[in-house]
Each structure stands twice: as structure tokens, then as C-alpha cells.
């Protein structure tokens, strides 16, 4: 937990991951890597999430992302389950080896827990607005694999200026999102809400990333 918190961006340096991300000269990855940055890094969404996102997720009317509760899995070859619901059926198998693989792979995918079937709105982001109509209008969702999502991150990092190549990760810009919705004041119970957290010490973990909140409670007594 402490290793991904350490991944978020400040505000500044999510802005140079997207200026990295316009660098990109295809017009439709550039769009769709800004997308997948956004979703991440402003809504929180789990990079399996963001996978395995779809029109039927999608309220437009009221902006907001259901996560649900399951969602058959059709994005691997020859319609199956994809490399990441694979890799998380084999862990699940881990914990319970009397299970076979396709009793399992026949619910997939699942959110990670069940606290993360969740409401996320995104009224508040013009940005994000646009970039969920992109993804909705040119593929229904996300179209590609957890691995493409991975690329595209690390190519618009390559390309961001004054960045690192491992500045933050598909799991830093969830923890960038949180960090940016707690300095904003986004109280705790909401947090916990919008990311899907179990375990309520997780948002609290949030909630006076670099003095944010500090400084914010101090503006608010010598206006």
C-alpha cells in the first residue's frame, strides 16, 4: 500500500503525463492513452476496471460508472477470458486447489472485492467526460487487453517531460486520484465509497497526503 501511495502524482506531474500522452502521434492511441490516464488518475478506477469497462457501465445521463457486482469476460482469444482474469483465476486456484480452472473462469470477471462494485461518478471532469463519450463512440468501452493498457501508460510516460519512466504506474494513478480528491476535501466516507475500500484505514491514509488538508482547514480560519 505505502509503495503505490508513494506512485501518486502531484497535479503537476499528472498534467506532464498527459502532455506526454498528447506526444503520442497517432490521433486514436493519443486519445485513448489520455482516456485510460484520466479513468485512472482522476475516477480511480483498478486497472482491471478500466479493462473490462463497457457501454452498460456507463449512466450518461446521470455521468456516473456502475462497477458491477460480475461481468463475463470475452476480451481474450476466441472470446474466452482475457490474460488478467486468467492470471487472477490461477490465484484464486491458489487458495483453493480442489477448485478446477474453468469453475472459476466461468464467473470472471469479478471485482476485486465486494466493496469495489461500486458508483463512480465523473460529472465533476469535463476532461473525463469526454474521454468516456471517446471510448463509448469509437468501442464501446475499453477494447483492448490489461497488457495494452500497460503499454500505453508506459508510452505516454516516455514521452511525458520531466518524468520518469517509473514515476507512477496503472496502481500509482489510482492512488494519484485519491490523493487529489482528498486535498480537494472529499470527506471520508465518500472516499471510501468512490475507490471501493474495504478496510476505512485505507482512506484515511489519504486524507493529508502532503499537508493538503492542513493547509486547506488553515485557508478556511484566516480568510
Known sequence: MEATRERALSEREFELLLEGAGRISD?????ETRAAILLGGRLGLRPGETT???TSWIDLERQMIQIPKQEDCTKGRDGGICGYCRQA???RMDHNPKKDFQSFADSYWLP??????RTVPYHFSYRVRIAI???LDEHGGWP????TLQRRLETALELSPELSNDATSLHGLRATAASYHAGRG????ALRAMFGWEDITTARQYLNVDGAMTRRALDSIHQ
Do not use: G, I, M, N
Request: net charge positive; proline share 4%; charged share 25%.
Open 27 to 31: 490521433t486514436q492511441r493519443r486519445l
Open 52 to 54: 473490462h469497462l463497457s
Open 89 to 91: 483465476v490461477k490465484q
Open 112 to 117: 476485486k472485492t465486494e466493496a469495489a462494485s
Open 133 to 135: 463519450e471517446l471510448l
Open 144 to 147: 483492448y487487453s490489461f497488457s
Open 186 to 189: 472529499l470527506d471520508l466516507p
